[in-house]
Structures are given as C-alpha cells and as structure tokens.
C-alpha cells in the first residue's frame, strides 16, 4: 500500500531560524512527488514537483530536495508569513487507472515573530 | 493564481437532504478530481475524471456521485446527507498528458446536524 509520512506533524521557530521537513514515501512506481502549501480554510497551493532523485528545487526561502526514500522541504531565514500547513504528496496510479495525488498529513508549521 | 471556484465555501444543511457542491474551472483543464479532508487528516481522493462523460471512483469509498457533462464544470451530489458526511471537501484540475500540478479550489466545509 502506498504510504506518505511527514514529519514532524507540528514545528515553531523563530523568525530567522531555518529548518527542514521531511517527506518520507513508499510507493510502488514513484511518477512525480509534490509539495503544497495550505493555508487554513483554504485549498492547498502548489508549490514543486520533483521528478527523480537528486532533484531539487528552490522558490524565494524555500528548497525542496529528492531522494529514492525522502523529500526534504528546506526553508531558510522564514518570516511569519511562511507559517501554513506544508503537504506532500506522491503521484502513483490507484485503481481504475487514476494518477490522482496521495497526500500526507503535513507538517503545521508556526513562524514566531 | 488558479482559476477554480467551489461553491459553496460553507454549507450547514440537516440529515436527510439533497445537496450538491459545485466546482468550477476557466484553464481548460481536461482532469477534474473531488478530495475529502478531515480536520487534521489527509485529503483521499473520492472522485475522478479525464474529460467530458468520464467519471470514476476514487481511493476512498464514498456515497457521493459526480458528473462531467461539460469540461469546466464537475459538481458532487451527496442525495441524503448524514453527518457521517460531514468534511471538507476540495475539488481540483489539472491539464492532460504527463505529470503536471493540480490546482485546487477554496474548498467547500459541510457540516450535516
């Protein structure tokens, strides 16, 4: 059974301070891994697709990177408004032919001031 | 920014009753996807379609019914809503052929009393 891990599933730092997130997955065929944001009450937003190990990614303070196992999510120096919900996701095939996305739960992630 | 509107955005509706959320999208896209998330919990893909007249269950079992009888449109139908059915729901699209990003909507949160 497909599976997508993040951890932690809750982390606070200060503004400034950089961290990283960690997707871990097991799939059968990995086709594409995806990182969004989701803000409260709202859809998620895209953010990266990775599509095979070594890749990596960078957006502003964000960096996402590729293994064969793991996808890290780095964020360096955040700011307040970086603090979302941060979800992963794995694109493999489900039944019936689908290429609809597995997500983790996501890592909350708070920005101190 | 996405062009892909859900309404609508909350709904409060008693057991028993007929409802239907609509789901909207101005790119094009040819795929069109319904997930249900849970407070906390990871969005499970309920619902799918690749194009006009194609519609399929997803991962996760559920009672509601779709229909895409025109491309831009994919609106769930729940014809006797529980409040087993209460959740979040996200509809999402994305272009066809090859591994792209799916946009997503604002979401739409049920709450059945």
């Known amino acids: 059974e497909d599976q997508v891990t993040q951890s932690p599933e809750a982390l606070r730092l200060q503004e400034g301070e950089s961290s990283s997130l960690n997707c871990s997955y097991t799939?059968?065929?990995?086709?594409?891994l995806f990182w969004y944001r989701q803000d409260p009450g709202k859809g998620p937003e895209f953010l990266f697709t990775?599509?095979?190990a070594g890749e990596e990614k960078e957006k502003e303070r964000l960096k996402a990177t590729l293994t064969k196992k793991e996808s890290f999510l780095h964020i360096t120096a955040p700011k307040p408004e970086d603090s979302a919900t941060y979800l992963c996701?794995?694109?493999?095939?489900?039944?019936?032919?689908?290429?609809?996305?597995?997500f983790g739960k996501g890592t909350h992630l708070i920005i101190q001031p | 920014e996405a062009d892909i509107y859900q309404t609508p955005r909350y709904l409060v509706i008693g057991t028993g009753k007929k409802i239907t959320l609509e789901c909207s999208q101005t790119?094009?896209?040819?795929?069109m996807y319904w997930y249900q998330q849970d407070p906390g919990m990871e969005l499970h893909l309920i619902h799918y379609?690749?194009?006009?007249?194609?519609?399929e269950k997803g991962d996760l079992s559920s009672e509601s019914t779709v229909s895409r009888i025109r491309t831009e449109h994919f609106p769930l139908t729940l014809e006797s809503a529980r409040p087993s059915h209460t959740s979040q729901y996200l509809c999402?699209?994305?272009?066809?052929?090859?591994?792209?990003?799916?946009?997503f909507g604002q979401g739409t949160r049920l709450t059945v009393v």
């Open positions: 990775l599509y095979s």
């Open positions: 379609s690749y194009g006009v007249n194609s519609t």
């Open positions: 799939v059968s065929g990995l086709r594409g």
């Open positions: 999402a699209s994305s272009e066809y052929g090859g591994l792209t990003e799916a946009f």
């Open positions: 996701a794995v694109q493999v095939r489900t039944r019936g032919g689908a290429d609809g996305l597995t």
């Open positions: 790119m094009g896209h040819d795929k």
